[in-house]
């Protein structure tokens, strides 16, 4: 993936020749119409987006754009399900703040009394510290090798490159921390992983998603291709570990699932994101209270001069760009075996754009995605139009 500039460089200049050709079909817009749709079918094209679904909306309109390419599998509809990849973690972080409501802990509860294990590399390691990426963990090859041998997460503690700089010193992305507040749920709750993200989110809010992808058919799920390097025949659904089926607790090896395997429709997304919308006249607002909301809005920890505009709050990526919009905007990006994925809410408005896909351009401006980045200006430009137009 291009992640250093000078890849990303490299990557750019590469993507025009290397990447695949195909033909996106005619875009299928419900909802609102758009007054932009030939930008959005140019966009996507640009981005060389293997079929998905983009959600445009306001607190009164919304208009649902589906995207398919002449390729088996690749034809997006209403019911399609998506890999959410790190789309993943906001999600966590609604199901951590409905137990800190419930009063099972708090964001300060030390992780070590919270997990069947404690680990002498968690000491002064707090709640708030795996949320917000601010653990002074990052991820390793050792990780990911526990991962797909089965060994607990005290195996992964073990290694001495996990563990690179004291709780709360600095802002460092890592998908494992996530990973321990999948043990942690189950810990205080009792039940499994996909259990608690069903009864404490996607149940309330009557979400088409799961935790546990083994109980979804292929048809029902977009496959996923990298784009760049491009093998044919190379898609991937589901992996195999996601084929398992995931319904028993078993907190000292259910650090996994949480890092990025839920799956969901766009419309289920929607509903997610809705949770921190600030009209409270909308029903899910009422699943986390203002404090709650508030909570997961508030900034731990920044990217910096790689990425002046982004910091990172609870489960959210905050965006500060007068060139996206006058307003802060809060969501999560998603990338996984070459899906780019993007679902953002801006302040105070409550406008939402939301893309995901079956493969993309991973190009990045900074850490944001440049698909991300364009489909929010054209998605905000877009929807300055709808007042005229109801």
């Known amino acids: 993936m291009p992640v250093t500039p000078v890849r990303n460089m490299i990557y750019q200049t590469l993507l025009p020749v290397l990447a695949p050709s195909y033909r996106l079909l005619p875009l299928s817009v419900q909802g609102h ?5 030939k930008d959005f079918q140019s966009l996507l094209q640009r981005h060389h987006a293997m079929g998905g679904a983009v959600i445009l909306s306001t607190p009164s309109q919304i208009s649902l754009i589906l995207s398919s390419i002449e390729l088996s599998g690749h034809q997006a509809h209403p019911d399609t399900y998506f890999r959410l990849a790190s789309l993943t973690k906001t999600a966590c972080s609604i199901c951590v703040l409905r137990c800190i409501e419930n009063g099972l802990f708090s964001l300060q509860t030390p992780v070590n009394e919270l997990l069947p294990q404690s680990h002498d ?3 002064d390691m707090k709640v708030y510290h795996l949320l917000s990426h601010t653990s002074g963990m990052q991820d390793t090859d050792h990780s990911q090798l526990c991962l797909r041998q089965h060994r ?5 503690l073990d290694h001495e490159e996990t563990c690179i700089a004291p709780p709360g010193a600095a802002f460092h992305y890592c998908n494992f921390s996530f990973g321990l507040l999948g043990s942690v749920l189950e810990s ?3 039940a499994s992983i996909s259990e608690v993200f069903r009864s404490f989110l996607f149940s309330p809010l009557d979400m088409s998603a799961t935790l546990n992808p083994a109980e979804l058919n292929d048809e029902q799920i977009m496959p996923m291709t990298r784009i760049l390097p491009y093998r044919k025949n190379s898609d991937i659904r589901r992996t195999a570990a996601e084929s398992v089926p995931l319904e028993t607790c078993d907190p000292l090896f259910h650090y996994g699932p ?5 799956f969901a429709t766009v419309n289920a997304l929607h509903r997610m994101l809705s949770v921190l919308t600030s009209i409270k006249s909308q029903a899910s607002s ?3 209270s203002p404090a709650s909301i508030q909570a997961m809005k508030t900034t731990y920890g920044r990217y910096g001069a790689v990425s002046p505009t982004l910091s990172y709050c609870l489960g959210l990526l905050r965006i500060d760009d007068p060139s996206i919009s006058s307003h802060p905007v809060f969501g999560h990006q998603g990338f996984a075996y070459g899906a780019v994925h993007g679902a953002f809410m801006e302040d105070s408005t409550d406008r939402c754009v939301i893309f995901l896909n079956g493969g993309c351009s991973e190009a990045r401006k900074g850490r944001l995605a440049s698909v991300n980045y364009d489909l929010l200006k054209l998605g905000f430009k877009e929807m300055s139009t709808w007042s005229s137009t109801k």
């Open 33 to 37: 119409t758009l007054f932009y749709q």
């Open 286 to 288: 009422s699943l986390l």
């Open 121 to 123: 590399r968690l000491k």
């Open 258 to 262: 949480v890092q990025g395997s839920m």
């Open 188 to 190: 205080v709750t009792g």
């Open 152 to 156: 607990p997460y005290t195996d992964v």
